[in-house]
């Protein structure tokens, strides 16, 4: 699974709504993250050549639900399989919290909840920011356009897997994508 959200769901959610389906079992037993099915590919077999080094840092947020699989930091282990890979690691809440953090009602809190990972995300706003969760990235450079006062920042969070498929040549690499001159408006 792309998101751990749905992973989650996959392995561990699903078998409890349904315990007696047999298809759900083994649906539940073959399901992966796809940090953790690259890495476990990765000590198998090896990676296929052809990596490449991103030439910049890379910030991770491991998501909330990737935590709560128990599997390790699977996509910090997976991004520094890449060449020269220099890894920052942010293990906390974003605090978009779904559907929740977007509401008018709640975004307010969702920012507070986040800050102290959109305050490690600007440590090095030269850094591709990266986290597992689509919507925890799109949340976390919201709170960072909040707080950064002008500086350069990502355009957009990437997916790590997005960041493997860059160093192996299989996605464009324009310059103004790892930063870009101007803070975003929101």
């Known amino acids: ?54 030439g910049t840092p890379v910030t991770l947020h491991l998501a909330c639900h990737a935590r709560a699989q128990n599997m390790g930091q699977k996509a910090a282990e997976m991004l520094r399989l890449l060449p020269g890979a220099k890894v920052n690691v942010i293990e906390r809440c974003s605090g978009h919290g779904g559907s929740w953090g977007v509401m008018k009602g709640n975004f307010e809190t969702a920012l507070k909840v986040g800050r102290p990972v959109m305050r490690q995300a600007l440590r090095d706003p030269a850094a591709f920011l990266a986290s597992e969760c689509p919507l925890a990235g799109m949340h976390i450079l919201q709170g960072m356009e909040t707080l950064a006062n002008g500086e350069a920042l990502p355009n957009r969070a990437l997916h790590p897997i997005e960041l493997v498929a860059r160093a192996y040549g299989l996605a464009d690499r324009p310059a103004s994508e790892g930063s870009q001159q101007t803070a975003r408006t929101a």
């Open 1 to 54: 699974a792309l998101v751990p959200s749905c992973a989650l769901m996959l392995k561990f959610e699903w078998p409890l709504i349904v315990p007696d389906d047999e298809a759900v079992r083994k649906l539940s037993r073959a399901t992966f993250d796809i940090a953790e099915y690259v890495v476990d590919l990765a000590r198998k077999e090896g990676l296929a050549p052809g990596l490449e080094p991103l």
